[in-house]
Nanobody, 129 residues
Framework: QVQLVESGGGMVQAGGSLRLSCAAS????????MGWFRQAPGKERGGVAA???????SYADSVKGRFTISRDNAKNILYLQMNSLTPEDTGMYYC???????????????????????WGKGTLVFISS
């Protein structure tokens, strides 16, 4: 059974950093595309960063140069390093996985809820000004 469990959220001041983790079980995350998605208050959930089986990454324009997605294949964990945080980065962050062969990072980044097979329950990030 596939499970995704996020952690690492919290409250930091603007300009600070956080690292989110997503522990995957029930499958080998390095074989498939995964992504981080964010839902800000009053807004729809959207892709923030994604990585595919080949290690290619894709980012939303709003986080390019500040966020880095990576994975530890040995630990089966997906990470999101977030630097230079702003209040606009506040929201619930979810990791998601799709077990379709060949999904690209760009496709994962643009996926909606039904475009990814599995979702975690999320971790809350709050950035104070």
């Amino acid at each position: 059974q596939v499970q995704l469990v996020e952690s690492g959220g919290g409250m930091v001041q603007a300009g600070g950093s956080l690292r989110l983790s997503c522990a995957a079980s029930g499958y080998t995350l390095s074989n498939y595309a995964m992504g981080w998605f964010r839902q800000a208050p009053g807004k729809e959930r959207g892709g923030v960063a994604a990585i595919d089986a080949d290690g290619h990454t894709s980012y939303a324009d709003s986080v390019k140069g500040r966020f880095t997605i990576s994975r530890d294949n040995a630990k089966n964990i997906l990470y999101l390093q977030m630097n230079s945080l702003t209040p606009e980065d506040t929201g619930m962050y979810y990791c998601a996985a799709d077990l379709a062969i060949g999904m690209t990072a760009e496709q994962a980044l643009g996926a909606d809820h039904y475009g990814m097979d599995y979702w975690g329950k999320g971790t809350l990030v709050f950035i104070s000004s």
